[in-house]
């Protein structure tokens, strides 16, 4: 299903060498120019007009991404379901995907770095998986290209889940005599259908529908009256100051990849997309990140280092835009974010029965 827009198709903002990693400077193409300086403040009582030149480059939520390579059954997602709250799939039996990415806390566990099975601690912040299948790619560096392929990486992580291969992974699996039919309902024209390959599927076909529309969603669609005349003003401010050249389309966010510190140099050991390409031009490159529910997904970064949305968005000003923002845009800005968080689907995420077949050690660990 394809997102709606408001006054019709979503159109990006102009994109390329100048966009930033969480806002972009202005293009004389789609803001104002001189005419309107990066400090203007905003009188609280007046009413920003929001046009629809600004939305047109947002879209609202659709209720799944479906997949090219496959149907998005009911199958396949109890499956999926299963295997997101599945501890069993890692080397001590105690860490599942649910752990890192608590999906009654927006899809975060709320840690700088999320804890991994022998309590270190992984390099980078854990994103939510709500809405990230709508992403250009997966992890900050976008090493994975879908929500599938994303799924097998932190099960054998030696820091994360820890267990040591694919195959360790599928013997688990296959001794817990309860996925039999489960894997065979989801994959029923697959003759050996427990692989660590099919668990990935199943696991990334059930995030596919971790979708939250918010307010902001029926305002684009239409009714203006679900954003308060300060949220109206942030999302202006939002659009004017530069921020949606980067975090744009249904994710606001997600769908490019920019330099952290474009303008001004952010210092990081974190080199970024340059790990994975070795281009020098992807040094300190990171995938620009979805702002849906940014107000309940803290801490920020890469590193999980900033803890306030204050701090983000004069952080992102300075270091992405050149500016200075005042303390009116900033509460603004602020006010528009928050509209963006979206409903929780308790019932479609609501943990799963698990089969209760335990595998033996030597299955689980190799």
Same mark, same amino acid.
Request: charged letters at 20%.
């Given at each position: ?10 159109? @990006?903002? &102009? ?8 806002? *972009?400077?202005?293009?004389? @193409? ?10 203007? %403040? ?10 629809? @030149? ?7 939520? !659709? ?5 090219? =390579? ?14 997101? #709250? ?6 001590? +039996? ?10 009654? +806390? ?6 700088? %770095?999320?804890? *991994?099975?022998?309590?270190?601690? *992984? ?6 998986? #709500?809405?990230?299948? &709508?992403? /250009? ?8 290209? =879908? ?10 992580? !030696? /820091? ?21 039919? &489960?894997? @065979?309902?989801?994959?029923?024209? =697959?003759?050996?259908?427990?692989? #660590? ?11 596919? $529908?971790? &979708?939250? !529309?918010?307010?902001?969603d029926q305002f684009l669609e239409g009714d203006t009256s679900q954003l308060s005349e300060q949220e109206q003003r942030g999302l202006t401010t939002f659009v004017t100051v530069g921020c949606a050249t980067c975090h744009n389309n249904a994710a606001v966010g997600g769908m490019m990849y920019q330099k952290l510190g474009i303008v001004q140099a952010y210092i990081t050991d974190d080199l970024g997309r340059f790990d994975i390409t070795g281009q020098e031009n992807d040094r300190y490159v990171f995938k620009v990140p979805s702002l849906r529910n940014i107000a309940e997904t803290t801490p920020y970064l890469h590193d999980g280092s900033i803890t306030t949305l204050d701090e983000m968005?004069?952080?992102? *000003?300075?270091? +992405?835009?050149? $500016?200075?923002?005042?303390? %009116? +845009? ?13 409903? /929780? ?22």
């Amino acid at each position: 299903m394809k997102p709606r827009t408001f006054f019709g198709s979503a159109f @990006a903002l &102009l994109i390329g060498a100048t966009l930033v990693v969480s806002c *972009g400077q202005p293009t004389p @193409a789609d803001t104002p120019t001189e005419e309107t300086p990066s400090t203007q %403040t905003t009188d609280s009582t007046s009413k920003e007009i929001v046009t629809a @030149a600004m939305l047109s480059s947002f879209a609202s939520l !659709p209720n799944k991404v479906s997949s090219s =390579d496959y149907q998005l059954t009911d199958e396949i997602i109890t499956l999926g379901r299963m295997l997101y #709250y599945e501890p069993r799939i890692s080397v001590n +039996q105690q860490v599942s995907c649910n752990s890192c990415h608590a999906l009654d +806390q927006y899809g975060v566990d709320g840690l700088p %770095t999320s804890v *991994g099975h022998d309590g270190q601690s *992984g390099s980078r912040n854990a994103p939510t998986v #709500y809405n990230a299948a &709508l992403h /250009i790619a997966q992890f900050w560096d976008g090493r994975s290209p =879908d929500v599938e392929d994303q799924a097998k990486g932190p099960i054998v992580n !030696p /820091i994360e889940m820890g267990m040591p291969s694919g195959d360790d992974v599928t013997a688990a699996l296959r001794a817990i005599s309860g996925y039999d039919p &489960l894997f @065979a309902a989801a994959f029923p024209n =697959d003759p050996d259908p427990i692989t #660590y390959e099919n668990a990935a599927t199943a696991i990334g076909a059930f995030e596919r $529908r971790l &979708l939250t !529309p918010s307010r902001f969603d029926q305002f684009l669609e239409g009714d203006t009256s679900q954003l308060s005349e300060q949220e109206q003003r942030g999302l202006t401010t939002f659009v004017t100051v530069g921020c949606a050249t980067c975090h744009n389309n249904a994710a606001v966010g997600g769908m490019m990849y920019q330099k952290l510190g474009i303008v001004q140099a952010y210092i990081t050991d974190d080199l970024g997309r340059f790990d994975i390409t070795g281009q020098e031009n992807d040094r300190y490159v990171f995938k620009v990140p979805s702002l849906r529910n940014i107000a309940e997904t803290t801490p920020y970064l890469h590193d999980g280092s900033i803890t306030t949305l204050d701090e983000m968005v004069r952080m992102m *000003g300075r270091h +992405q835009l050149g $500016r200075e923002l005042t303390d %009116t +845009q900033v509460n603004d800005i602020i006010a528009f974010l928050e509209s963006l968080t979206g409903e /929780i689907p308790y019932d479609y995420i609501a943990p799963p029965q698990l089969p209760d077949t335990e595998p033996t050690s030597s299955d689980s660990s190799g």
